[in-house]
């Protein structure tokens, strides 16, 4: 997912109006936005024609399905019912010039909306009382920043509520932004984080400012979705064992060159063979490869190979916990990642749903949680991860076919986002209308289990245009499940 921002803050206003803290705010917001993988644009002290400027070439460079974040640091107010962020060239005295000398809220917001982002997030540490507000005629309906309607995958964040001031802090930024950056990089959903945001806010400010959001966000997001946590802890050959040359001197070598055949009469009996006590003698580096290789073997059929991976908990009992969780890191490290440690464009899943089982008790949780961090430091968007906790909504839609008796499927939507995708123009006919072949939902869960790595014990299969769920469906021929954005 290709994530961008756009970083204004504008402090040297007229005499009596400017702003100590808006320049460094902005400054470091950026450096935050850049450590969570954005492309930032990051000014300071624009007119109202550089900050147009700016928003304009933000909008367009912004690409459907991305993430993008508005922040701005200055003055701000609302006038006859609009909201504008103020250039530093207005004039504090006249609302009519303010009015013309800024960017306008609205204009920002639908640029971010109609680039077609997934998710955009606005985040405003200015002022909701009109910060000129005894040099102005009050009859224009003055005041600070007012309500804004976020668009659909829109979240608008203001430093305050209505009619407050923005205070500011102890140190080089103003209070919002400090509690912003206290939080930022914490791996958790943009929601929780502002969560957090406002209840230190309450506490530095003694309640007096109390920060304020507008959410329309149905893709969950997170700034930060990893504690930078490398695949250090095994070697480079054993994250990308694609060069692997066996040393006939050690068993380990000896076991891992017969899993690594492709050849079932070397693969099975390799598997059976393999006791709790040799893998208490291996390394953990070598259990990590095993563990890839068996469950590898086992994708392409290997019957000695399959109850390690089906049975694990009962099969790996009596190995040391530590080379037992490295056992089972490599069999979810195989999932995803290829020979050369690199992403899978499609997961190796066909036994996941069953390792996922397995990984999900507690004392087993520790690889989930590895896998899980190892895949969010790819900078990708997955269904499962890292909230290996949370139950995944799916909305199946249908619709009825002439000359069908079951509800034929139209999409499979995860967190706003369709992943039902079609694989070849070829299988649609000249209409762009598809076969379709019979379906229960059982099949449905598995099949998003074995595409899209999604848990079937984290499945809640949703039929909105159905008033039950059907006891049979119509899948579409070629077409897949996406698994990662």
């Given at each position: 997912?290709?994530?961008?921002?756009?970083?204004?803050?504008?402090?040297?206003?007229?005499?009596?109006?400017?702003?100590?803290?808006?320049?460094?705010?902005?400054?470091?917001?950026?450096?935050?936005?850049?450590?969570?993988?954005?492309?930032?644009?990051?000014?300071?002290?624009?007119?109202?024609?550089?900050?147009?400027?700016?928003?304009?070439?933000?909008?367009?460079?912004?690409?459907?399905?991305?993430?993008?974040?508005?922040?701005?640091?200055?003055?701000?107010?609302?006038?006859?019912?609009?909201?504008?962020?103020?250039?530093?060239?207005?004039?504090?005295?006249?609302?009519v010039d303010a009015k013309h000398n800024s960017l306008k809220l609205d204009y920002v917001v639908d640029l971010m909306d109609h680039a077609g982002s997934e998710t955009n997030i606005v985040i405003l540490d200015a002022c909701r009382e009109n910060p000129f507000g005894k040099n102005w005629d009050r009859s224009l309906g003055t005041g600070g920043l007012g309500p804004v309607t976020a668009p659909r995958g829109t979240l608008i964040a203001f430093a305050t509520s209505p009619g407050e001031k923005a205070m500011n802090g102890t140190g080089k930024h103003g209070r919002y932004t400090e509690a912003l950056l206290q939080h930022f990089d914490a791996v958790c959903p943009v929601e929780t984080m502002f969560k957090r945001?406002?209840?230190?806010?309450?506490?530095?400010?003694?309640?007096?400012?109390?920060?304020?959001?507008?959410?329309?966000?149905?893709?969950?997001?997170?700034?930060?979705?990893?504690?930078?946590?490398?695949?250090?802890?095994?070697?480079?050959?054993?994250v990308s064992d694609g060069g692997f040359i066996a040393d006939p001197k050690k068993p380990a070598h000896v076991v891992l060159d017969e899993l690594k055949s492709h050849?079932?009469?070397?693969?099975?009996?390799?598997?059976?063979?393999?006791?709790?006590?040799?893998?208490?003698?291996?390394?953990?580096?070598?259990?990590?490869?095993?563990?890839?290789?068996?469950?590898?073997?086992?994708?392409?059929?290997?019957?000695?190979a399959e109850p390690w991976v089906t049975n694990f908990i009962a099969k790996t009992g009596g190995v040391d916990p530590h080379k037992r969780k490295a056992l089972l890191d490599g069999m979810l490290f195989e999932v995803f990642f290829d020979r050369d440690g690199i992403l899978r464009s499609k997961p190796k899943a066909k036994h996941f749903d069953?390792?996922?089982?397995?990984?999900?008790?507690?004392?087993?949780?520790?690889?989930?949680?590895?896998?899980?961090?190892?895949?969010?430091?790819?900078?990708?968007r997955f269904l499962a991860f890292p909230n290996i906790d949370d139950d995944v909504s799916v909305d199946i839609t249908t619709t009825m076919l002439p000359g069908k008796a079951n509800p034929s499927i139209t999409g499979i939507v995860v967190g706003g986002r369709d992943i039902l995708s079609l694989d070849s123009p070829d299988y649609v006919d000249e209409h762009g209308?598809?076969?379709?072949?019979?379906?229960?939902?059982?099949?449905?869960?598995?099949?998003?289990?074995?595409?899209?790595?999604?848990?079937?014990?984290?499945?809640?299969?949703?039929?909105?245009?159905?008033?039950?769920?059907?006891?049979?469906?119509?899948?579409?021929?070629?077409?897949?499940?996406?698994?990662?954005?």
């Amino acid at each position: 997912m290709k994530r961008k921002a756009l970083a204004i803050g504008n402090g040297a206003y007229a005499p009596g109006f400017d702003l100590e803290n808006a320049v460094n705010d902005a400054v470091a917001v950026a450096e935050a936005l850049r450590r969570s993988g954005f492309e930032v644009n990051e000014f300071t002290d624009l007119d109202h024609t550089a900050m147009q400027d700016a928003a304009l070439a933000f909008g367009k460079s912004l690409k459907r399905d991305g993430a993008a974040t508005f922040y701005f640091a200055g003055h701000g107010v609302e006038i006859d019912g609009v909201n504008y962020l103020i250039g530093i060239d207005a004039d504090p005295t006249s609302a009519v010039d303010a009015k013309h000398n800024s960017l306008k809220l609205d204009y920002v917001v639908d640029l971010m909306d109609h680039a077609g982002s997934e998710t955009n997030i606005v985040i405003l540490d200015a002022c909701r009382e009109n910060p000129f507000g005894k040099n102005w005629d009050r009859s224009l309906g003055t005041g600070g920043l007012g309500p804004v309607t976020a668009p659909r995958g829109t979240l608008i964040a203001f430093a305050t509520s209505p009619g407050e001031k923005a205070m500011n802090g102890t140190g080089k930024h103003g209070r919002y932004t400090e509690a912003l950056l206290q939080h930022f990089d914490a791996v958790c959903p943009v929601e929780t984080m502002f969560k957090r945001v406002r209840a230190t806010m309450a506490t530095s400010t003694g309640k007096k400012q109390t920060p304020w959001e507008h959410t329309s966000l149905i893709a969950e997001f997170y700034f930060n979705r990893s504690r930078n946590v490398p695949v250090t802890q095994y070697s480079e050959q054993a994250v990308s064992d694609g060069g692997f040359i066996a040393d006939p001197k050690k068993p380990a070598h000896v076991v891992l060159d017969e899993l690594k055949s492709h050849d079932w009469y070397r693969q099975n009996p390799a598997a059976r063979g393999i006791k709790p006590s040799d893998l208490n003698g291996f390394r953990e580096n070598a259990c990590f490869m095993i563990g890839r290789a068996l469950y590898s073997a086992a994708d392409g059929g290997s019957k000695g190979a399959e109850p390690w991976v089906t049975n694990f908990i009962a099969k790996t009992g009596g190995v040391d916990p530590h080379k037992r969780k490295a056992l089972l890191d490599g069999m979810l490290f195989e999932v995803f990642f290829d020979r050369d440690g690199i992403l899978r464009s499609k997961p190796k899943a066909k036994h996941f749903d069953e390792l996922y089982g397995a990984a999900s008790a507690k004392l087993l949780r520790p690889s989930l949680e590895f896998i899980g961090e190892v895949l969010v430091n790819t900078g990708r968007r997955f269904l499962a991860f890292p909230n290996i906790d949370d139950d995944v909504s799916v909305d199946i839609t249908t619709t009825m076919l002439p000359g069908k008796a079951n509800p034929s499927i139209t999409g499979i939507v995860v967190g706003g986002r369709d992943i039902l995708s079609l694989d070849s123009p070829d299988y649609v006919d000249e209409h762009g209308i598809p076969r379709y072949f019979a379906f229960r939902p059982q099949d449905l869960a598995n099949r998003l289990a074995a595409e899209a790595a999604l848990p079937t014990s984290r499945q809640v299969l949703n039929f909105p245009d159905l008033s039950m769920p059907p006891g049979e469906l119509g899948y579409p021929v070629g077409y897949s499940l996406e698994w990662m954005s």
